[in-house]
């Protein structure tokens, strides 16, 4: 049987000197980490907070039909 196990620590960097450290510190722990599991690796990503989209008004289900429009060329 495969396990998979997966820590997560969420972390405020103020700019790419502070994330550095933070890194740092993470690569020290994971070397503790490695002498129990020696496959054990760090990941690091950014996320970004998403901007709030707009909420979209009410379809009613009546003008939903599936059909085409009859369109004039005038």
């Known amino acids: ?10 972390i405020e960097a103020e700019d790419f000197v502070s994330a550095a450290d933070h890194q740092k510190r993470l690569e020290q722990i994971l070397l503790t980490v ?6 054990a ?12 989209a707009p909420v979209r008004g009410f ?13 004039s060329n005038d």
């Open 1 to 10: 049987m495969r396990l998979k196990a997966i820590f997560t620590v969420e």
């Open 34 to 39: 490695r002498d129990e599991f020696p496959q």
């Open 41 to 52: 690796e760090l990941k690091l990503t950014e996320r970004r907070t998403r901007r709030s």
């Open 59 to 71: 379809v009613p289900r009546a003008m939903i039909t599936g059909r085409l429009h009859d369109y």
